[in-house]
């Protein structure tokens, strides 16, 4: 049975996300999709949604929803919030634990807690019309999502809902790992002078406000080009972790609205077991690179799938 | 140039396939004939875990899923292409795009003038009379850098760029020339402005050129620009039109 969702009050950057556009970006069209892909997937798993049914994803203040039509059921994904029932009593919904909103009723989350991101994942997924293959928004080109743009209040979106069986809950806060991000080197690490790209992997940086889906900023010691090398490549293509490097020597990590292409110099790419709480980190927090091989990555990506099946097994079913 | 391309890590989930580090013709044939030879092997189902490649000037980007293939497998099995040739690579069709060089769509079309010691006219009929290259589309949906610019138009980018270029603008840069799918930050020097969009997300597909494909402008007056506008807003436009006649 198709419900509805109603948003009543959003933050800025409230868009519906899946696991992103993949297939077009030789046409320049960037693959976009959920940044912190461990949160989302999580949050799928926890309703027995597909990993890539799409969600809401917010930044800092999550939207407020109210169901229509038929029973949804949510999970908040990084950040706890509270239900408004029927007869108008409030109750606390903590992050990563499911709940039903019967018509009428309405879940208003907090504030993201542990990073910058969160997901409002709704059981059979926000069933907006897919655009090439995804129903990721890329607000840029107005693309994909709700109308191509960031949600707002009024919007109306549908919703496969399947609210069916027991809530479940995780048992704790889940984690994907802490300590420095691993960065595998190059296309472009031979632009950078040895001593510099020491320098990135000894020092700490610091997130930078001016970031988005684009990408993160990076404020710390800057690098230093090789003798004879600049900033500027020959504009060649790009991937999620990308760190590229502008004349300034400041490194900008690029997130999944990056553009298909990018003429700076790439120090490395953030390998995929430790982009999503990169993804999650918020302007000020303190960043420290570790260099890897691509074996090594490799293993990690492995392993952060591992630690994200056995977290959704680990759900506990609610009375 | 040198025989073998050098693959370079780009993350554990793609591969940058490099031909050189400069634009250059030879590096782009090279570039695009892989492109060509690999994504026909992808659609055969005979690169698994391939999910897409990339296209730029001299390198081409294998995006992969490390689940399903490690980068040792994935090398070996993209060793037997790699040394695949341009002449390989499928011919691309030819497009003709309408530009109106008149005007509010021309900012800059009298500077370009001055700069290149002809009349506006002269920079109209040179930009139009010549045939450019899709080399690659990107940075934003459906840019496609067009290479071919005359000697004699060429000319480095503008010192401040500007923070908004509308839609539909006709722009030279260097050896490129482009048309601007969005409204978008740019430095390059606007001498026109296409009526058609270079990028309809409700279009199948959503971007009609294709890296490989040739471009040619038509000159249109104003007139004939609100014609084409009308009925790219009716809905009744089709970018098959804009083929030109030998390819249809």
Known sequence: M?????????????????????????????????????????????????DGAAALEYWIMGPEVEALDAPVRVVLAGGGGSLVRADGGREPLPAWRTATLSPGERLIPGFTEGGAVGYLCVAGGVDVAPVMGSRSTYVRAALGGFRGRALASGDELPVAATAEGPERALAEVPSDGEGPFRVVLGPQDDYFDAAGIDRFFAETY??????????????????????????????????????????????????????????????????????????????????????????EAEAALHAFEERLAALAAAAVTLE | MHDGPKLKSLGEAALSIEYGEAIDPAANARVM??????????????????????????????????????????????????????????????????????????PDLAEVAERSGMSADAVVALHAATDYRVCILGFVPGFAYLSGVPQALRLPR???????????????????????????????????????????????????????????????????????????????????????????
């Open chain 1, 206 to 295: 610091a997130v930078s406000p001016q970031s988005d889906r684009m990408g993160k900023r990076l404020t710390g010691p800057a690098l230093t080009f090789a003798p004879g090398r600049g900033a500027d490549i020959t504009s060649d293509g790009m991937a999620a972790g990308a760190i590229q490097v502008p004349g300034s020597g400041e490194p900008i990590v690029m997130l999944p609205d990056r553009a298909t292409v990018g003429g700076y110099a790439k120090l490395g790419v953030v390998v995929g077991a430790d982009i999503s709480r990169f993804a999650r980190l918020k302007p000020g927090a303190p960043v420290r690179f570790a260099r890897v091989t691509v074996e």
């Open chain 2, 33 to 106: 004939a892989l492109y060509a030879a690999l994504e026909a092997a992808r659609k055969e189902g005979a690169l698994p875990g391939v999910v897409e490649t990339v296209p730029t000037f001299r390198a081409l980007a294998v995006h992969y899923d490390p689940l399903r293939i490690g980068r040792a497998d994935l090398v070996e099995r993209l060793t037997p292409w790699l040394d695949t040739r341009a002449g390989e690579a499928v011919a691309g069709r030819t497009w003709v795009l309408p530009a109106c060089y008149a005007g509010d769509f021309a």
């Open chain 1, 2 to 50: 198709m419900a509805r969702i109603r948003i009543h009050r959003s933050g800025p950057l409230t868009t519906v996300q899946d696991r992103g556009r993949f297939g077009l970006q030789a046409f320049g069209i960037p693959t976009a999709g959920a940044a912190d892909a461990f949160s989302f997937r999580l949050g799928n798993r926890l309703l027995g949604n597909p």
């Open chain 2, 158 to 248: 503008r010192t401040s760029p500007r923070t908004a270029v509308p839609a539909g603008s006709v722009a030279i840069a260097g050896e490129m020339s482009g048309v601007y799918p969005l409204e978008s930050p740019g430095g390059w020097h606007l001498i026109g402005r296409c009526p058609v969009p270079m990028f309809d997300p409700a279009a199948e597909p959503p971007v009609f050129l294709a890296p490989g494909d040739v471009v040619r402008f038509s000159p249109v007056d104003a007139d004939a620009y609100a014609a084409l506008r009308a009925r790219v807003e009716a809905g009744t436009f089709d970018p098959a039109d804009l083929l030109a006649e030998e390819a249809r």
